[in-house]
């Protein structure tokens, strides 16, 4: 009997007992092709041997020094690299483990931030529906996915959601791409207006929404006019890239593909590539000298922040990503992934986009591909077809059903930046063959809109 307290406590897991590459291997010897990277997170693959050196170099040195005490030759180096590909003023990096506690600092930071300036007043987040920004209770408060927060309402801080910008399902007919992006753009204004404008905190997104929608990008000038709303208001725009940044859409930060730079932003998931924990929050030197200048004490902090061994690691995986070029062989196998997705499910009957940006990829399954209805939740198709895909050695991370009012099923990519023109040739088929098997087993009448 197994004593780990497991994710789903009705389907125990395999054992995984080697990485490959792009392959997952589990104690039986069955092969997995790792198509969501987890959850976005292996993005160099499973067995990097220079993440790997990395990792045994540093922890023969020196494996751990509270930050109480000690900054680390590897903290100081990742913060370096970090901030030379950074967007905008980006100018300081606080170290975390993972990403909701990346997001966690975020929030609490834009609150310092108000108090250290004078502005105690301002403590209101805006968010938006179908957003996902951690588990922990403060940002569960905030994010917009309904599923995840249900249970635990009672116990949430308030917070506002506005509309995200999702073209597929929110642009209406007749409507141009540009006045749908400002139209919900302008959402942000109009909230900050409802609220009271000198009492907004922050607006937090996602600059490629991830796992509550599958690889939502924005549309062009919605993040600029976004961007200015916010600057209007003295509003913190937040983004979150825990998921999509550290090279995934093809730049090592996704915002830097809409011309524009938060004030603090979150990043996980790929900065470790899943060999070590590790996240980060990055804010502007404006930001920090207030509290350079003030309190001289961020009243926040974690026992692991600034790991030696987590930043060696994250600092091997960013030089990959940035010098090694893993980042822009990101951009260019998207593009090849996108065109094999495409040829693939273009004209299937039960696909109603295909969308992302590199190697950020989503399908949304709906009944009919010209009224866009989705299929009823009670199928679970999502779950069905991750099922399948596993059985079929396919990793891949499909999601929906119960959100937000019923969206629909996705499914999501993010494959690690090494695989190769056949591996997206593997990932299709399975993934097709996953997806036909389970739409074969429901009833007809259940795919008719
Ligand atoms: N923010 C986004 C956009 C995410 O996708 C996730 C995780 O999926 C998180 C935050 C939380 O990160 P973690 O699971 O590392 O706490």
Not at 112 to 126: A, K, N, S, T
């Amino acid at each position: 009997m197994s004593h780990v307290f497991p994710r789903h406590t009705k389907s125990i897991p395999p054992l995984a007992a080697l990485g490959e590459g792009c392959y997952l291997i589990d104690e039986t010897g069955k092969r997995y092709f790792d198509g969501s990277g987890g959850a976005a997170v292996s993005c160099l693959g499973h067995s990097d041997p220079d993440v790997i050196a990395a990792i045994q170099e540093q922890v023969g040195k020196l494996a751990f020094a509270h930050t109480g005490f000690f900054s680390s030759e590897p903290a100081e180096d990742l913060a370096n690299l970090l901030i030379e590909h950074a967007p905008g003023a980006l100018d300081r990096v606080y170290f975390v483990s993972g990403g909701s506690e990346a997001m966690e600092s975020a929030l609490k930071l834009a609150r310092q931030y108000f108090l250290e300036i004078g502005e105690p007043q301002r403590r209101h987040v805006i968010a938006r529906r179908q957003s996902y920004h951690g588990n922990t209770l403060g940002v569960l408060a905030v994010g917009g996915n309904m599923w995840r927060r249900e249970p635990f309402s009672p116990l949430l801080m308030d917070a506002s959601h506005i509309s995200p910008c999702y073209e597929y399902r929110g642009r209406a007919e007749g409507e141009t791409a540009f006045d749908y992006s400002q139209r919900v753009a302008n959402e942000l204004e109009a909230e900050i207006q409802r609220l009271g404008p000198d009492s907004v905190m922050a607006f937090v997104a996602e600059p490629v929404v991830g796992a509550t929608a599958g690889a939502v990008p924005p549309v062009a000038g919605y993040f600029k006019r976004v961007r200015e709303i916010c600057d209007q208001y003295g509003v913190l725009l937040i983004l979150d890239e825990v998921m999509c940044g550290m090279g995934r859409t093809g730049t090592l930060f996704a915002c830097e593909q809409d011309g524009i730079a938060p004030n603090i932003t979150a990043i996980a998931k790929g900065l470790g590539a899943g060999y070590q924990p590790i996240g980060a929050m990055l804010c502007t030197d404006k930001i920090y000298s207030a509290i350079e200048n003030g309190s001289g004490f961020f009243q926040h902090g974690h026992t692991y922040i600034g790991h030696p061994v987590a930043a060696a690691a994250a600092k091997a995986v960013v030089t990959k990503l940035t010098k090694g070029g893993m980042a822009a062989r990101a951009m260019d196998m998207g593009g090849r992934l996108q065109t094999a997705l495409e040829d693939r499910f273009g004209q299937h009957p039960h696909i109603g986009d295909i969308r992302g940006r590199g190697l950020f990829r989503g399908l949304e399954l709906v009944k009919d591909r010209e009224t866009k209805v989705p299929f009823s939740p009670e199928l679970k198709l999502h779950a069905k077809i991750k099922a399948a895909a596993f059985r079929a050695g396919l990793i891949c991370y499909p999601m929906g059903g119960t959100v937000d009012g019923n969206i629909g099923d996705h499914v999501l990519l993010a494959p690690p930046f090494i695989l190769t023109d056949d591996q997206i040739g593997e990932v299709v088929d399975k993934l097709s063959g996953a997806i036909d098997t389970v739409l074969a087993g429901i009833p007809a009448t259940d795919k008719r809109a």
